[in-house]
């Protein structure tokens, strides 16, 4: 499953909804809720991101994704 993870940069910044960045994980998981876990658990061990919401993206979503360009798997 593909997770679309909304987050600011900086943890000790105040959060602006401009300056909110996505990060997609590809996540394999028994459950949506597992699978929204596994993300926030890897993106605080290897960030200082402060994680804002997680969503997972469905197969329409994730080709609407794609489609504008901004698509790219992270690799944490």
């Known amino acids: 499953m593909i997770y679309k993870v909304f987050y600011q940069e ?23 809720l597992e699978g929204r876990i596994i993300a926030r658990e890897k993106v605080e061990e290897k960030t200082n991101y402060n994680i804002e919401y997680i969503e997972r993206l469905s197969d329409k979503m994730l080709d609407y994704e794609k489609e504008t360009g901004v698509f790219q798997l992270t690799e944490l």
């Open 10 to 32: 900086n943890k000790d910044r105040s959060p602006r909804r401009e300056q909110t960045k996505v990060l997609y994980l590809d996540i394999d998981a028994k459950s949506e």
